[in-house]
Each structure stands twice: as structure tokens, then as C-alpha cells.
């Protein structure tokens, strides 16, 4: 079945504790992106990827990091993760170089930080 | 520069009426849009996408919207509202990203 999967779902830290959210998907997409999702502000795009070892900040990118090895995993590294980046955190991937086709969404990852 | 507005944060109908949520939004060359729905505590489906071919899009469960150039409006319609239809909608506009509108909330009165 051709999906995107996170991990973990759901995920409660606490300040400046280092952690990831990891993104995989099977259907060989060259584009993928994060996304953090808070009530009135629709989805904001954190970084996005065209393919392999390339990576472009999005419109909030300030406080996380990303990486692409390989083409079918993308995770989201907070490295000092703060209260504000308690959010519902979206990845997902689409075919094309610029990603202009239709994105495939994961489930979301929940994050609390205290 | 792209941009989108959703110009409904909430929308309410009556179950059997018609739906209406509106969309504009800003690109400096010709778009790709999408409309996506997100129903509660799930991920984001895509409803519809316009990549220059028709300008009216068929989507799935009904849906569908109009590409207007002259009006830069992307709104997205159906003719009878169901129960299931309550969801948060969102309006996607892409350039080398994806800008996701703020979303418009449906609710659906029985």
C-alpha cells in the first residue's frame, strides 16, 4: 500500500530535549516536506526537500532541522525543542522535481513540549 | 510570489444545501491548486487539484471547484451537503512550495 508513515504518533517532551520524527514513504517520491499545523494557521511549511542531499527552508524553519540520505525518509530533528513547537506536525511526499502533483500526507505527529 | 486566502473561517449549511468555500489566491505565473480536507483528528485528503487542463475539477464525494483567472478564485462547491461532509478545508496554491490556505471549517446542521 503506497503511504506515508510517522513515527512516533504521539510524543510529550520537555524542554531542550533533543528528539526526532522520522518520515518514510514507499512510492519513490523525489519531493517531501514537513509541515506544522496550529489552530488558525492553516499548515506552515518547515522545510521541504527536492531530492536527495537537498534540503530548502520553508516559511518557519527557525529551531528544527532536516536531513535527506536517502529518497524515501525525510526526519524532522529538534535539537532544543521549546514550548512553542508544540504543534500537530505533518510530513509528506509527491512525485515530481518541484513537487507540483498531489502531496501524500502521514497521520501526524502530535508534540507536546513542557 | 504565491499566496492563498480562504475568505470563510467557518461556514455552516443545513444538511441537503448547497456548499459554497471560497478561495482567491496570488501567483506570478500559472498555478497548480488543490483543495484537501482534513476531517477530525485525521490526516489530509486530497478532494481535487487544478493543473491547467479544465477549468471546472471534479473531485471525489461530490466536490467540485472552478478555476477563475480573471477572478484568481479557486471556490469549492456541492450542490447537497452531507453529515459527512463536516471537515476543515483547506486551499493549496503551489509555486517551488505548497501554501496552504488558513482553512475553512464546515459544519453541517441535520
Known amino acids: 500500500e503506497a503511504q506515508v508513515t510517522q513515527n512516533p504518533r504521539y510524543l510529550i517532551t520537555v524542554t531542550g530535549k533533543k528528539l526526532t520524527v522520522t518520515c518514510s514513504q514507499n512510492?519513490?517520491?523525489?519531493?517531501m516536506s514537513w509541515y506544522r499545523q496550529d489552530p488558525g494557521l492553516g499548515l506552515r511549511q518547515i522545510y521541504y526537500?527536492?531530492?536527495?542531499?537537498?534540503?530548502d527552508k520553508g516559511d518557519v524553519p527557525e529551531g528544527y532541522k532536516v536531513s535527506r540520505k536517502e529518497k524515501r525518509n525525510f526526519p524532522l530533528i529538534l535539537e532544543s525543542p521549546s514550548p512553542n513547537q508544540t504543534s500537530l506536525y505533518f510530513c509528506a511526499s509527491s512525485a515530481g522535481r518541484k513537487g507540483l502533483g498531489e502531496q501524500f500526507f502521514g497521520p501526524g505527529t502530535r508534540l507536546t513540549v513542557l | 510570489a504565491q499566496s492563498v486566502t480562504q475568505l470563510d473561517s467557518h461556514v455552516s449549511v443545513s444538511e441537503g444545501t448547497p456548499v459554497l468555500l471560497r478561495c482567491n489566491y496570488s501567483s506570478s505565473y500559472s498555478p497548480s491548486l488543490f483543495w484537501y480536507v482534513q476531517h477530525p483528528n485525521k490526516g489530509l485528503q486530497l478532494l481535487l487539484k487544478y493543473t491547467s487542463a479544465a477549468t471546472l475539477v471534479k473531485g471525489i464525494n461530490g466536490f467540485e471547484a472552478e478555476f477563475k483567472k480573471s477572478e484568481t478564485s479557486f471556490h469549492l462547491t456541492k450542490p447537497s451537503a452531507h453529515m459527512s461532509d463536516a471537515a476543515e478545508y483547506f486551499c493549496v496554491v503551489t509555486g517551488n512550495q505548497f501554501y496552504f490556505g488558513t482553512g475553512t471549517s464546515l459544519t453541517v446542521i441535520p
Open positions: 526537500s527536492m531530492n536527495v542531499e537537498v534540503t
Open positions: 512510492m519513490n517520491h523525489e519531493y
